[in-house]
């Protein structure tokens, strides 16, 4: 840690800062909108995700390698099921 120290520089504390700004600049920009409810789901699938992995639950993660192969052809089957009842 104290070698991390020793050799920050300016240039990386200007880093920090643009990359805190642009992040609040985002957040400030998705708030109050459906895409804040989109991203908090997809940090929710993303927390269970790396909890599962570092518990390393083997019945979860064939579940989530099976899904990740069939989600396209499957959400393509509900479009096309949802325009042909129209």
Known sequence: ???????FRWI?????LIVAFVVYRLILL??????ER???GLAVIVLVYFVSQFYSDNSNS?????????????GQDLVLQQGAGS
């Open 1 to 7: 840690m104290l070698q991390a120290l020793s050799e």
């Open 62 to 74: 064939g579940f989530s390698e099976g899904h990740k192969a069939g989600s396209g052809a499957g």
């Open 30 to 35: 998705v708030k109050g909108t459906r895409a």
């Open 12 to 16: 990386d504390l200007i880093d920090i």
């Open 38 to 40: 989109m991203l908090w």
